[in-house]
């Protein structure tokens, strides 16, 4: 417990929510003030304010507690996840649809569209296919 309070990334964080939340706490204060004073949109801002300060410790609060063996757990089940989702595309997609053999033309822009997929060339809005 002791040693998660004092590595060097929640020193920064505790460094970090020391400045940020008073930060935000005198701003709102600070816009109390200008919306007293007449100026009606200074009442959202006053709102605003604290809500970023309470966000800011909220977040202090995770960086300190988050185990990093935990997280590099939830990164390799998201990796596997995403890998099982694209293998299942990639099954689906062999087996999706199979144009007409007499259909030469469907066959010929098919063949087209698999050529720009595999050119590996990069598309920008000035080349949208990737030709140059």
């Known amino acids: 417990m002791r ?3 004092f590595t060097p990334r929640a020193l920064l964080a505790h460094l970090a929510v020391m400045i940020v939340a008073p930060g935000c706490l005198i701003a709102g204060w600070w816009q109390m003030t200008v919306a007293l004073s007449g100026n009606d949109l200074s009442f959202v801002y006053t709102v605003e304010w604290p809500v970023f300060a309470v966000i800011a ?6 960086l300190v507690h988050e185990d990093p063996e935990q997280l590099e757990d939830r990164r390799r089940q998201r990796r596997a ?13 062999r087996t999706a649809f199979q144009p007409d053999p007499g259909d030469e033309e469907l066959i010929a822009y098919n063949r087209y569209l698999a050529s720009l997929g595999a050119g590996g060339k990069s598309k920008t809005w000035r080349d949208p296919w990737g030709e140059r």
């Not at 410790?57 to 995770?62: A, E, K, R």
């Open 57 to 62: 410790i909220v977040m202090w609060w995770q």
């Open 3 to 5: 040693a998660r309070w």
């Open 81 to 93: 996840a995403k890998e099982s989702q694209a293998n299942a595309r990639a099954s689906t997609e």
